[in-house]
């Protein structure tokens, strides 16, 4: 017998936004079109969305049996896509960030054996249970955000054995939890303590055993090299590169983030999907990478969070044609935060990113970054239901009210993961 079919119309939607528009990544103007079906309705068959209208419209195809949800005159939009972060770590840095209060800089801190390093020695102590309990915990925190896909790297173990270990807590945090992730390997996030002074050793070990053996185990969808002249330079990072692509992985890269040192340049030359940072970009870069079709993807968290200034030039990349991505970077060290709420709030006044690109640059243009671009992202017929009911009328308020968790409830693939337990009038 055939099972019955799970249906669930969401109706009296104040704002439905359902970014609708061409099948690729938005660029220029296209940032502001988020396709918006005043009282809109959508019904959601087995996961998948069947139909988007008005609730008049939608309220007329309805059949017996539908499970009704009244979206009570908010807004509902496509849950995020976080497309870059660092979820799975022990401790935390609080001791640095106390420090930085004092005006000693994060290079400093990295410099005396604390950054990446210090999380690394907590997390090679820790065991696999141990960080996937955390992890869980930082998985409900993007959930109460709105956050339903979140690109996941590792590069906290920094040996074969502890990439390794980090890589399966990502997966089966995927297995076993909302929202999704999408895994990229970070072995060449920073070179560890037993290899100072032996960094050509490193990246040897990187090449030679850690990418074989993650590839060989399908742990991850992605590489990344955190690409900077102190840690790993051009040369070096298009060997790592070179490399992942030859073992299948797809391609993405820490780009001038603390040094104008021609990442730009080389993210464009493999074809890398996405570029990220690129706060010390310059416009020869941004050339280089619309010339590419290399998506950006721009973490003003992390310079609000290490109070750097200079955020990377949002402005001048969508005027350049670029398909522009804003994540949270979630970190322990440069960027404690799992909302991407608050990084629409700081787009919107420290890069003059207007309220309609900074959900594009969230959903739509993170999912294609992120290769899902076909099935999350917007809310169109024959993609997954993964959206959120915020409590507000009009979607500009989650970057307007900035600090406040709009999430009222948050669905993937038509089932409800959160719902916060105080509902608002």
Same mark, same amino acid.
């Given at each position: 017998?055939?099972?019955?079919?799970?249906?669930?119309?969401?109706?009296?939607?104040?704002?439905?936004?359902?970014?609708?528009?061409?099948?690729?990544?938005?660029?220029?103007?296209?940032?502001?079109?988020?396709?918006?079906?005043? &009282? /809109? $309705?959508?019904?959601?068959?087995?996961?998948?969305?069947?139909?988007?209208? *008005? =609730?008049? #419209?939608?309220? +007329?195809?309805?059949?017996?049996?539908?499970?009704?949800?009244?979206?009570?005159?908010?807004?509902?939009?496509?849950?995020?896509?976080?497309?870059?972060?660092?979820?799975?770590?022990?401790?935390?840095?609080?001791?640095?960030?106390?420090?930085?209060?004092?005006?000693?800089?994060?290079?400093?801190?990295?410099?005396?054996?604390?950054?990446?390093?210090?999380?690394?020695?907590?997390?090679?102590?820790?065991?696999?249970?141990?960080?996937? &309990? /955390? $992890?869980?915990?930082?998985?409900?925190?993007?959930?109460?955000?709105?956050? *339903? =896909?979140? #690109?996941?790297? +590792?590069?906290?173990?920094?040996?074969?054995?502890?990439?390794?270990?980090?890589?399966?807590?990502?997966?089966?945090?995927?297995?076993?939890?909302?929202?999704?992730?999408?895994?990229?390997?970070?072995?060449?996030?920073?070179?560890?303590?037993?290899?100072?002074?032996?960094?050509?050793?490193?990246?040897?070990?990187?090449?030679?055993?850690?990418?074989?053996?993650?590839?060989?185990?399908?742990?991850?969808?992605?590489?990344?090299?955190?690409?900077?002249?102190?840690?790993?330079?051009?040369?070096?990072?298009?060997?790592?590169?070179?490399?992942?692509?030859?073992?299948?992985?797809?391609?993405?890269?820490?780009?001038?983030?603390?040094?104008?040192?021609?990442?730009?340049?080389?993210?464009?030359?493999?074809?890398?999907?996405?570029?990220?940072?690129?706060?010390?970009?310059?416009?020869?870069?941004?050339?280089?990478?619309?010339?590419?079709?290399?998506?950006?993807?721009?973490?003003?968290?992390?310079?609000?969070?290490?109070?750097?200034?200079?955020?990377?030039?949002?402005?001048?990349?969508?005027?350049?044609?670029?398909?522009?991505?804003?994540?949270?970077?979630?970190?322990?060290?440069?960027?404690?935060?799992?909302?991407?709420?608050?990084?629409?709030?700081?787009?919107?006044?420290?890069?003059?990113?207007?309220?309609?690109?900074?959900?594009?640059?969230?959903?739509?243009?993170?999912?294609?970054?992120?290769?899902?671009?076909?099935?999350?992202?917007?809310?169109?017929?024959?993609?997954?239901?993964?959206?959120?009911?915020?409590?507000?009328?009009?979607?500009?308020?989650?970057?307007?009210?900035?600090?406040?968790?709009?999430?009222?409830?948050?669905?993937?693939?038509?089932?409800?993961?959160?719902?916060?337990?105080?509902?608002?009038?």
């Amino acid at each position: 017998m055939e099972a019955e079919s799970r249906s669930l119309a969401v109706l009296n939607c104040g704002e439905l936004l359902t970014l609708a528009g061409p099948a690729r990544p938005r660029v220029r103007d296209e940032l502001k079109e988020l396709s918006i079906i005043k &009282d /809109g $309705a959508m019904l959601v068959r087995d996961g998948v969305i069947e139909r988007v209208g *008005t =609730t008049e #419209e939608v309220r +007329s195809e309805l059949g017996p049996g539908n499970k009704i949800l009244d979206g009570a005159g908010r807004v509902v939009l496509p849950g995020f896509v976080d497309a870059h972060t660092h979820p799975v770590f022990a401790g935390t840095r609080v001791d640095e960030f106390e420090l930085r209060t004092t005006g000693t800089t994060y290079e400093q801190i990295a410099e005396r054996g604390g950054g990446i390093r210090s999380t690394v020695r907590k997390t090679r102590a820790a065991s696999e249970q141990e960080l996937f &309990d /955390g $992890a869980q915990r930082y998985s409900s925190w993007f959930l109460r955000t709105g956050t *339903t =896909t979140i #690109e996941a790297k +590792s590069g906290y173990g920094l040996s074969v054995e502890d990439e390794l270990k980090v890589l399966r807590v990502i997966r089966r945090l995927g297995e076993v939890h909302s929202p999704a992730y999408v895994p990229t390997f970070l072995g060449a996030h920073e070179i560890p303590d037993e290899y100072r002074g032996k960094a050509s050793e490193y990246v040897n070990l990187v090449i030679n055993e850690m990418l074989p053996a993650v590839a060989k185990l399908g742990l991850a969808e992605y590489c990344d090299v955190f690409c900077e002249p102190k840690v790993f330079d051009v040369a070096t990072s298009r060997r790592i590169l070179q490399a992942a692509r030859a073992l299948g992985l797809k391609l993405r890269l820490h780009a001038d983030q603390l040094s104008r040192s021609g990442a730009a340049e080389l993210a464009a030359e493999m074809n890398a999907v996405t570029a990220d940072h690129l706060e010390r970009i310059d416009n020869s870069g941004i050339e280089v990478l619309a010339a590419a079709r290399v998506q950006p993807v721009l973490l003003p968290a992390s310079v609000y969070t290490l109070g750097t200034g200079g955020f990377a030039p949002a402005r001048k990349m969508i005027d350049a044609g670029l398909a522009v991505v804003l994540a949270t970077d979630f970190n322990p060290g440069s960027s404690p935060t799992p909302s991407l709420p608050f990084v629409l709030s700081i787009a919107c006044t420290h890069m003059r990113m207007t309220p309609a690109e900074t959900l594009t640059a969230t959903t739509v243009n993170a999912a294609y970054s992120l290769g899902r671009g076909n099935c999350i992202g917007s809310l169109e017929p024959g993609k997954r239901a993964d959206f959120v009911i915020h409590d507000c009328r009009d979607y500009r308020e989650i970057s307007y009210f900035s600090g406040i968790e709009s999430a009222e409830a948050v669905f993937v693939g038509g089932e409800v993961v959160f719902r916060r337990s105080q509902t608002s009038a």
